[in-house]
């Protein structure tokens, strides 16, 4: 019970801290659809989507190194040399990301690049500054900085974009002003940047990371693959316009990606914890049935809701994203589960199953997309990276023979199955009254089989069962 309780508020305040970034992203959409062209929209989506690439794949994934190797010590000495030699290579990769924009300057006519390059330094900092935090376990400030990140990114679009008339510049610029405030106060908490010492530099600690982190660069090609290649696939075939609408539908994987990103930050910092052989079975078994079960329900729950709200939230010239969100969010919540599934695979050092299994979806994705998306449309591009999160989720699985297994209960996979049948149903033909009626059936009908479970994890939350222990 103290493992789950622990697990239980980690994802409370790792919620608090990222609720509100995720739901700003969310309610933004309004205006975003309103005010920006789909062709603006969809570059900006184009362009992040290369970043990402190119940042994880120059700097090797580092921030998960960081969190990884902070966890497995103890004591500010031993910690501080990890943040000193992470922020070494965060400087290297950063001069490597300079050289690149530089020679793009050059090269091609890129639109706004500068905000491209300090977006995807913005995105470095704060993963690897998020990462440090939570390694020292400061999750309190860890979701402080993402609330006040998330505030800033809203204030600066709502007064660029809304009442001031900016263009697409504005969304790198609002990112960037929040990544800032988010590194600024963990470093004002913390101050990491006193670990940058002679001392605490070491080259063989230095090769560590490197050797962790080796695959798992490698594992973030393959997954920027898997999960971003169709929105290049769509720029060059289908044109921006219609990467914006896809994007568009992309947005409203955001509430569940929130679910997803919580649970799974929560549950790395649970695995990576040593234990015995006999407890990790168990609690990689219980973790990830109830976090399938969970993504599941949340996926049930969203359809029905994104179908009531999307007239009355998004502009005409994103119609045709509708079609599209019951597949996105299908393929957030297998991402989020195969993350999960990775966690555990990390854990276990067996970080070239990643690679593997991140490389066969990845690899199944790029052909699928190839091939279909310019003679059969949009859907193609999410019901590609549908087929290769699947495959993904399977291999790893596999992966874990012997260590742990996933585990659900026939009665709750048969409901889940059902339910999720016939919201899909409901959204694709029903009414939005059709649809507000199921969507209050179908909580009240998860709220009911998942009452004992559910009861179990707030009696941990709040430490109930602890408080029992301590009377006899």
Excluded at 138 to 163: C, E, H, K, Q, T
Aim: hydrophobic fraction near 55%.
């Amino acid at each position: 019970m103290n493992k789950v309780r622990a697990f239980a508020k980690t994802s409370l305040i790792y919620f608090l801290g990222t609720v509100l970034t995720k739901l700003i992203s969310f309610f933004l959409l309004p205006l975003y659809s309103q005010k920006l062209p789909a062709d603006q929209f969809g570059y900006f989506d184009y362009t992040v989507t290369i970043v990402t690439i190119v940042v994880g794949t120059v700097c090797m994934e580092l921030w998960v190194g960081a969190i990884r190797f902070l966890l497995a010590r103890d004591g500010r000495k031993a910690k501080d040399a990890v943040v000193c030699n992470s922020l070494v290579l965060a400087g290297i990769a950063c001069l490597l990301l300079a050289g690149v924009g530089g020679v793009l300057s050059l090269l091609l006519p890129v639109p706004h690049l500068i905000y491209v390059f300090f977006y995807g330094l913005a995105y470095l900092l704060q993963s690897l500054y998020g990462s440090f935090a939570r390694g020292f376990g400061r999750n309190m400030d860890f979701a402080v900085s993402g609330i006040l990140s998330g505030v800033v990114n809203m204030l600066v679009n709502v007064v660029f974009i809304g009442a001031l008339g900016g263009g697409v510049e504005v969304l790198y610029l609002a990112f960037i002003a929040g990544a800032a405030v988010q590194v600024g106060y963990i470093e004002i908490r913390l101050r990491l940047l006193k670990s940058v010492r002679r001392e605490n530099f070491s080259p063989a600690l230095l090769r560590e990371l490197l050797r962790f982190c080796r695959p798992l660069f490698i594992n973030s090609v393959s997954y920027w693959l898997l999960s971003s290649y169709s929105k290049l696939v769509i720029g060059g075939t289908l044109g921006m316009g219609a990467n914006g609408i896809y994007s568009m539908a992309l947005r409203f994987s955001s509430v569940i990606t929130l679910f997803t990103g919580v649970l799974s930050l929560a549950w790395q910092e649970t695995v990576f914890v040593r234990r015995s052989p006999e407890e990790k079975g168990t609690l990689y078994a219980a973790g990830m049935g109830w976090c399938f079960q969970g993504m599941a329900a949340a996926l049930i729950l969203m359809l029905p809701a994104v179908r009531v709200l999307f007239p009355y939230v998004i502009g005409e010239e994103y119609a045709g994203a509708l079609a599209l969100i019951p597949l996105c969010l299908m393929n957030t919540v297998a991402s989020g589960f195969s993350d999960f599934v990775g966690k555990v695979i990390i854990a276990e050092n067996r970080t070239k199953g990643i690679f593997y299994s991140s490389l066969a979806g990845a690899l199944l994705c790029v052909l699928l997309s190839t091939l279909l998306i310019r003679p059969l449309g949009l859907a193609m591009a999410p019901a590609a990276i549908l087929a290769g999160f699947l495959v993904m989720i399977g291999i790893r699985l596999r992966l874990l023979h012997g260590v742990g297994r996933l585990a659900v209960p026939w009665k709750s996979g048969a409901l889940l199955a059902v339910l999720l049948a016939g919201a899909l149903a409901v959204y694709y033909a029903g009414s939005v009254l059709w649809n507000l009626a199921f969507g209050a059936a179908a909580a009240g009908a998860l709220l009911f089989a998942g009452r004992r479970p559910l009861k179990s994890l707030l009696s941990a939350l709040l430490g109930r069962e602890n408080r029992k222990e301590e009377t006899t």
